[in-house]
């Protein structure tokens, strides 16, 4: 089940910046791509979940998945392998809830150390 200890993970860019070969302007505008599309993915989550629509819930976390690897989040991308799984085999709405609870927790706070990481290198 989705791992609530990992909510307060350190910020690990490590392979942004050697993909990038650490080019700042690149890492920027990575981090504002993460910043204006993930809370929009959320939100179509969400409203899929409330709906118990599991294709969508399905298609918009397995969307999701892909933009944690560069960011050193390989914790966020399994418990999104576990609600699509929830999801495909449309069981455990409840188990949805809970484990898209833990990932908005873990995603809001990679935000807040993404916006410092960003506000950081522009000065």
Known sequence: MCDSNNVDKPLNLSYLEKISGSNTKFIITTIDLFNSHIPK???????????????????????????????????????????????????????????????K????KLSAQLIHYKNQLAN
């Open 41 to 103: 993915l959320m939100e179509e989550i969400e409203d899929a979940i409330a709906l118990q629509n599991w294709d969508k819930i399905a298609f918009l976390v397995h969307k999701m998945k892909t933009s944690f690897g560069y960011l050193g989040r390989e914790d966020i991308i399994e418990d999104l392998l576990e609600i699509e799984q929830f999801a495909l085999n449309k069981v455990g709405v409840a188990n949805i809830i809970f484990c898209f609870g833990h990932v």
């Open 105 to 108: 927790a873990s995603i809001n």
